[in-house]
């Protein structure tokens, strides 16, 4: 049975379970003259028998899922004949995404040899039995599950306790897997951070003024060592996001206040999801008008000045993503101001303050923990664009502080480092791991910053 098949009926067992249990709580405490004398309610009696019929299966289904391939992938590979036996790693790579494309039928078996047919076969053979032996164990795990529930069902059985502390372990186990994923993306990416640095010093990448990162395929080949210097990436991304933020901070600032404190209900329900349909719209779409709409429009509108505007430019990205940016703002300041206890605006009117005042002094103070934490993740979600530079500003890593030029930025190069077939053995191939840890040091020390800022001058309001 497929996977999802498989995850289908264990649910389907789950909801049998759950009414089983149910029916039978109901059945035991009719005699004892209703539910007042079960010790917990007869949805509880179910929910544990859910649990108990469909966690041990779904979690042996995604152990099974995370380890089987790797398995038969091993035991297909450790039986190889000694004339296909591969004598590199990629050589390996590329035979057993071979064996698997004949194994799923992608590739055509006319013009190959016997013995791989015959491993090929073995695989698909494996993948059947893999099937039936995780189905056939599922089955009987969610079977007994099933009974054991059904036999816990009684009239002093603590099934609230039971099914709060499963629920509990779960919970704790979603924070768990948050923070593992977390830690397992900082390792994967410090390790090749590392790997790079031992071939290019750390200061000179840090510190380095020249980022030129390619590298030549013969030793004798002009440039064969490349520039890793990534102060340019750096301070263009720094470029593109203050001319972000210089358009995004008081425009989406001001429209927040402007909805929570002035604005009728009427203009409300309507400017408001209005505003929040441009975080909906892809930043390809965003990308596009700014190659095509705002960047010529730039380039003229300086042309009629006597300015000379780069048909990729700074300017031109940062603007458009600063659109993109002003529904982060405004809907995080929005919700923090609105927050704002409506005593306080009641006691500054009180004491004689205008509306503009209240607004002013008490409001807005009130809010800016809020308000900063908003600006903070905006500021993130600024450095982390790429499709909008991409398209806008180019792929020039100049170091150069003049909006009108054209520069990249980290994000850019990254994608650009790591497009088509790369080996990531190599300095170029391993920058893009270099410039990640860079970006997370960075975004990291932010988020550290509003979280400062934020407990700082957060304030309890009765």
Known sequence: ????????????????????GRSRSLAVATPLGGIRH?????????????????????????????????VINSIVMSSLPAELVPSSKADYNLLLNKIS??????????????????????????????????TALCLILATIGLYWGWRRVAADYRARQSVERV????????????????????????????????????????????????????????GSSGSFGAVPLFVGTLLISAVAM??????????????????????????????????????????????????????????????????ESALAAGLVMGVMIIPFISSLADDVIT?????????????????????????IPAALPGIVAGIMLAISRAIGETMIVVMAAGLAAKLTANPLESVTTVTVQ??????GDQEFDSPKTLAAFALGLMLFTVTLLLNIFALHIVKKYREQYE
């Not at 040899?113 to 993948?127: D, H, P, Q, T, Y």
């Not at 390790?191 to 000179?204: A, G, K, L, N």
């Not at 210089?246 to 409300?268: D, H, N, Q, T, W």
Request: proline share 4%; hydrophobic share 55%; net charge negative.
């Open 101 to 134: 494309n004949l194994a799923d039928g992608i590739m055509s078996s006319k013009g190959q040899s016997s013995a791989l047919i015959a491993v090929a076969e073995s695989m698909a053979g494996l993948r059947v039995i893999s099937q039936w032996v995780l």
């Open 38 to 70: 079960l010790h917990s309610l007869p949805n509880y009696y179910g929910l544990n028998a859910l649990l108990w019929c469909a966690l041990p299966s779904l979690f042996l289904l995604i152990l099974w899922l995370v380890f089987d391939e790797a």
């Open 414 to 419: 990254i994608v650009t480092l790591l497009t």
């Open 167 to 222: 629920m509990e372990n779960l919970l704790l186990g979603c924070a768990c897997l948050a923070i593992f994923t977390t830690v397992g993306i900082v390792f994967s990416v410090l390790f090749e951070s590392i790997q790079f640095f031992r071939s290019v010093p750390f200061f000179d990448f840090v510190f380095g003024l020249d980022w030129s990162p390619q590298t030549a395929i013969r030793e004798d080949q002009v």
């Open 1 to 20: 049975m497929e996977s999802s098949n498989l995850f289908l009926l264990m649910l389907t067992l789950g909801a049998v379970a759950f009414y089983i």
């Open 339 to 363: 927050a704002v206890p409506q005593a306080m605006r009641d006691g500054s009117l009180a004491m004689g303050a205008t509306h503009s005042e209240t607004v002013r002094n008490v409001v």
């Open 246 to 311: 210089f358009v995004a901070v008081p425009i989406g600032l001001m429209s927040a206040i402007y909805l929570a404190e002035y604005s009728s209900k009427s203009v409300r329900t309507y400017a408001k999801p209005a505003l929040e349909v441009l975080a909906g719209v892809p930043t390809v779409v965003y990308g596009f008008f700014a190659a095509l709409t705002v960047a010529p429009f730039l380039r003229d509108l300086g042309a009629d000045f006597g300015l000379t505007i780069s048909s």
